[in-house]
């Protein structure tokens, strides 16, 4: 996808390339959710089976998914992840 409808003032440019792209965020919501080990239910409810970390496990388990992080240069990484 490119900005170039966004820079020429093109709306129906514009609406395509997001059309487009909500597509694609859709068959990668039905891609990821064929993997049960990439569903959150079911990784909080690992991570709550260790009483004894149980509070750490799912404070971890939904930070990974709601926070980034910043490399060395301060830029953020706010949606990557290292796995």
């Known amino acids: 996808m490119s900005f170039s409808a966004y820079r020429l003032n093109d709306s129906h440019g514009v609406t395509h390339e997001r059309e487009m792209f909500l597509d694609l965020v859709e068959d990668m919501d039905m891609l990821l ?39 060395n240069t301060g830029g953020s990484k706010s949606s990557s992840r290292l796995w």
């Open 33 to 71: 959710a064929c993997n049960e080990g990439l569903l959150q239910g079911p990784w909080l409810e690992r991570a709550k089976q260790d009483e004894e970390q149980q509070i750490q496990f799912e404070w971890n388990a939904r930070t990974q998914i709601t926070m980034g992080y910043y490399d």
